[in-house]
């Protein structure tokens, strides 16, 4: 489990680099392109 804190900086991440999930996954290492979606939805 990601802790609030950590989806909130990939979501950060997601938003800065225009809305690229596999730029973001690659640059975070982490999460997978559904749950980033996911977390972006919320």
Do not use: C, F, H
């Not at 900086?9 to 980033?36: F, W």
């Amino acid at each position: 489990m990601y802790s609030y804190e950590e989806k909130i900086r990939a979501v950060d991440l997601y938003i800065k680099l225009g809305k690229r999930i596999k730029a973001t996954t690659r640059q975070r290492g982490y999460p997978t392109k559904n749950a980033l979606s996911g977390w972006y939805r919320e």
